[in-house]
């Protein structure tokens, strides 16, 4: 018998997707591999993804409430779809539920859920809800569409093509610290109020309600610009940006002080002793997108103030590397999530 | 503060699908309200559902083979798909684990997720595995496809149309019945092997190993037979039926001597002291398909060894009863399941 941490995340996640076989209906155009599996849906292809959340791995009810987190277990499955480029149309929401739970936090976890489902333009369609002998859990699965053309899957990156990434990177990493530390002062003096003050508001907001960019999908659309290759950052700008090299069969080059990260990370990286890139590079949790497009399509984004380039695709599949201001150049490893292993 | 159980599993899914808007996108047909929510999939419609199971409250582990487990988990997603008329295409499968299991654990569970994609042909083309605090959690989605005609819904049914069920009931209940009290000898006794007779075997496979009814949805297609209903039986006959009743306004009488019970269910009724009508009405876990077609249409079933008519449809929508073999009509109510409450 082995223990499954002798095998560790990535390799058991190895271990499955190399039994699985092929798929075999000619529907099926991705099976396992990308953001979301991909299906032939007449003049659209379809996409569609699952995520699971659970009580104790992926949240903390001491300072999560409810209704962000059913907004942000939408926001994981949709930022799915968005990484393949597409809209999500439908979702389906499951809950596992210990008795410890009243029927007001489940209207608060619905009310969230509920709020994603009208920000995003989706239709809540199905669910389950069980009871769990302990704590949380939450299952949602999507639907999306996308236009043939449009598809983009993580596989596809270009030499020279241009990376790009949305929005700022590391926030939530750091609201997540934020949060663990008033946690732990709560713990140690429950009559202590959180100290989160104002200019810490947004890095707070980024970790318990981060949105899924549907408004760069719909922005990539109206300037008719494809990706080549996309994926969501969702385990950290290396890990992505990794895993969309390895599947590209390419290099990249980053560099350091084009990094989009917010003042307040800054501030709060230095006050946590943190390096604000490493933080970016290995946070997570930030839910932007990651993607190349081709120099001349770039051209078109170069203004746009939600976009940022932060680097290159090279043609040295054996190097992806951050080039710091001073001029160094150093390779990016992964660290990534621990506990979290996504199939796809 | 409302406990949870003051609300009761109905009146905490009614009150979660009353707070759920109705869909706003042209390409859902059907949202929260049958075994499958419907979407537009040009020539065809799709079809979309989920299923979590959660150990301690579907499963138990000392008595199932976690093989068995994985391919009834496939099974319960495929068996929705099914009662819509639809064969299952896509599968994604979330697992959550704790620490407890091995690797080799694992293995067992995907060979069984394996071996019903290939019964059912399907592919599995995501999913998400994920560290739990505690046991074992499974979350199946399926995504399949029907031909606009052939959709059979819930609320179709019409006056006067033949009740007709597949294969037979109560099996899965007795088999649950035989394992407990097996468990509950080992329990006592941890020297006792289990005593499982091979007059036995068919009520442990049907429990352990249940079959969704692909096979019937070809069959009808190629009989050119579309059910006017049709819901799966995983909740017991009963509440299926009221289900069906509620959702097309109409009543129906069946019939007690109709109901298909098997030998063994029988044999093992009696030695439980369980009336095996009782066992085949609340039982569950069937996952059998309950339909109406037209007299007519019926016709062309009448001959098939796996379709028995039990009763038909009758304009009374407050009346759905149960005629006894010596003349007596009583209401059917419905028990259903603790701890399992589906929003589809």
Known sequence: MTDLNTLGEIGLIDRIRQTIPKPTHKETIQGIGDDAAVFDWGDDFGLFCTDMLVEGIHFDLTYVPLKHLGYKAVTFAVSDIAAMNGLPIQITVSIGLSSRFTVEAIDELYAGIRAACKAYNIDLVGGDTTSSRSGLIISVSALGKVPKEAI???????????????????????????????KQVFMADS??????????????????????????????????????????????????????????????????????????????????????????????????????????????????????????????????????????????????????????
């Open 191 to 344: 009559g202590m109020q959180p100290n989160l003050s104002e200019e810490r508001t947004y890095l707070v907001q980024r970790q318990l309600r981060p949105e899924a960019r549907t408004d760069i999908v719909h922005e990539l659309r109206d300037l008719g610009v494809v990706p080549t290759a996309m994926i969501d950052v969702s385990d950290g700008l290396a890990s992505e940006l990794l895993h969309l090299c390895r599947q590209s069969k390419l290099g990249a080059i980053i560099f350091d002080e084009n990094i989009p990260i917010d003042d307040q990370t800054y501030l709060a990286a230095d006050e946590f002793n943190i390096s604000p890139i490493t933080a970016a590079l290995n946070g997570g949790e930030d839910y932007e997108l990651l993607f190349t497009v081709r120099p001349q399509a770039f051209e078109k984004l170069a203004t746009n103030s939600r976009i940022t380039a932060i680097g290159y695709i090279s043609s040295d599949s054996k190097y992806v590397g951050l080039s710091t201001k001073a001029g160094q150049l150093t390779p990016i490893k992964a660290q990534g999530w621990q506990g979290i292993f996504s199939l796809t």
């Open 152 to 182: 983009t899957y993580r596989d596809k990156a270009q030499v020279n093509d241009i990376l790009c990434v949305t929005g700022d990177l590391g926030a939530a990493y750091m609201g997540l610290q934020l949060l663990e530390r008033e």
